[in-house]
């Protein structure tokens, strides 16, 4: 079974800030990773899809990236709106769709 | 419009059994992998089930034999059967469509979640 480790598992930023969230598989999954945000009490959202792919109307400021097993997900300037937990997830092993732990973001 | 409306949660007792629905609308359930995901309070994302576009079930470790997902093309609704449930089964249970005809790119639409609690 493929594991993905999402570091850190919480961080405290102030708006403006640039915010780097890192999500490492145990194995190499070449461009299966995704990112969600999720705010409490709903649903996950999808963010970033295959490592760098903005979902429609994700703002600009979210970027993905990374390959192998190594990825990111950067918010250049952090937004009142951004503060939430996010997910990386594996799509590579089908259907075994494994979610990293989750980082949660809060107000500094 | 895509939407996925989620019902049948509730509270249920150790051992029981409970069928949870969710109904699309905006597309049609057969073209895209659906895929169940929990939530226990507190806590990170679990995947449950998935049903792929022609129709072949999957579920986690922690489920199979117990859970079973499908689908009605007629009503364009997926459902989980729930039995055998365990306290640790207790979460939010969400329904998601695959974006595009599988999930290497992840899941786009997800519904507003179901309660379920596993409680005497």
């Known amino acids: 079974d493929i594991q993905v480790t999402q570091s850190p598992s919480s961080l405290s930023a102030s708006v403006g800030d640039r915010v780097t969230i890192t999500c490492r598989a145990s194995?190499?999954?070449?461009?299966?990773l995704n990112w969600y945000q999720q705010k409490p009490g709903k649903a996950p959202k999808l963010l970033v899809y295959a490592v760098s792919n903005l979902q429609g109307g994700v703002p600009s400021r979210f970027t993905g990236s990374g390959s192998g097993t190594d990825f990111t997900l950067t918010i250049s300037s952090l937004q009142p709106e951004d503060f939430a937990t996010y997910y990386c997830q594996q799509s590579y092993t089908s259907p075994d769709y494994t979610f990293g732990q989750g980082t949660k973001v809060e107000i500094k | 419009e895509v939407q996925l409306v989620e019902s049948g949660g509730g509270l249920v007792q150790p051992g029981g059994s409970l069928r949870l629905s969710c109904a699309a609308s905006?597309?049609?359930?057969?073209?895209?992998?659906m895929t169940w995901v929990r939530q226990a309070p507190g806590k990170g994302l679990e995947w449950v089930s998935l049903i792929y576009a022609g129709g072949s079930p999957y579920y986690a470790a922690s489920v199979r034999g117990r859970f079973t997902i499908s689908r009605d093309e007629s009503k364009n609704t997926v459902f989980l059967q729930m039995n055998s449930l365990r306290a640790e089964d207790t979460a939010v249970y969400y329904c998601a469509r695959s974006r595009g005809d599988s999930a290497w790119y992840g899941f786009d639409y997800w519904g507003q979640g179901a309660l379920v609690t596993v409680s005497s």
């Open positions: 905006g597309f049609t359930v057969s073209r895209n992998y």
């Open positions: 194995q190499s999954i070449a461009d299966s």
